[in-house]
């Protein structure tokens, strides 16, 4: 059986101020096609407050400061460390930010494999239970064609 991954309580900050967008994602998968937000998949977060997330977990942090009009954007990418730290992988800022650590942030999710890949379970009658969608995204996620 798959051991399941602990959880660890960790400070998310908030970037930016509350006149612009802020927020938080555990990153899970990177559409490696896109150079935007939309390239991070994952469940949001909120930041500025503790959070629980999954201890190696990569933390993608948003936010703007300065007026609605010309807002000054940054985000940090951070990794979760089992003691509820969290370690500070990447920055960027301005319009680009997305696809400046879009390598960055797939670099880490790659380096999570190895670990995943020692406790993979071999195919099972389980397996039958979940629906062609589910399947069909995991294997998507993995970068499979269907």
Known sequence: MTAEVPSVAVDVPQLGDDRGKNWAKV???VDGSLASGWAYEGAFIASGGIQDVPVGS???VYGERGSRDRPMIIAKVFTANGDGTLTAQAEASGRAWARTLRDRVEDLLSDQLPALEDDRLPWS???MRW???AIAD???RRG???
């Open 27 to 29: 990153v899970t998968n």
């Open 131 to 133: 629906s062609d969608q």
């Open 125 to 127: 009658a389980e397996l």
């Open 58 to 60: 990569v933390l993608l």
């Open 138 to 140: 995991e294997a998507a």
């Open 144 to 146: 499979l064609s269907t």
